[in-house]
């Protein structure tokens, strides 16, 4: 449990972000790409640095959707907080997030996973326009705190997806490495 009140760190810093989103959906792409990398340096105070990168690209024929993705990461804390968990620690967990595992269940400093989707569109949502999927999401990687503690997790999710009116919604079950399993329902 963190405690945040007895957490404070300031510092001056530069941040430089580059997005590229081409994606023709946020939550159910069917064609474009999206790169999106973002670094962080401290300059004075605490020794604080940030490099994360995410790139997607998707695809579609017909009614069949494939998204392929990597996100990578790396954040040094200052010394004086090495040992802890911060509030900003790169995590994995939930839905094409390694989805065998919970929500943010994984965490670290570094960070690299890499995913698969495949999607089919049921419907087109008849007299509500609600599109409706079925799909499958294969995954691996992993959240590490330092070199030797890092393996390959991986996870494989099947789910039920519709983009309604009032927001996408998701039902799906994971199973993952070391007998990591979920269930869940995502709106």
Do not use: C
């Amino acid at each position: 449990l963190i405690n945040l009140s007895d957490l404070r760190v300031a510092y001056t810093g530069l941040r430089f972000q580059l997005l590229v989103d081409q994606l023709d959906s946020v939550s159910f792409p069917s064609r474009g790409y999206l790169l999106n990398t973002r670094m962080e340096q401290g300059l004075s105070g605490a020794s604080f640095r940030s490099y994360k990168a995410s790139g997607r690209w998707a695809y579609s024929l017909h009614s069949h959707i494939l998204n392929a993705g990597v996100n990578l990461g790396y954040i040094k804390y200052p010394d004086a907080l090495a040992d802890d968990v911060s509030p900003s620690s790169l995590y994995l967990g939930g839905f094409q997030q390694m989805g065998a595992y919970r929500m943010g269940q994984l965490m670290g400093d570094r960070l690299a996973h890499f995913y698969g989707t495949y999607m089919y569109r049921l419907s087109d949502g008849g007299l509500l326009r609600q599109k409706t999927y079925l799909g499958t999401v294969l995954e691996g990687g992993d959240v590490w705190t330092a070199p030797d503690k890092a393996k390959l997790r991986r996870s494989a999710t099947v789910f039920l997806a519709v983009d309604s009116k009032i927001g996408d919604i998701y039902f799906g079950l994971a199973r993952g490495s070391q007998g990591a399993a979920n269930a869940f329902v995502q709106l």
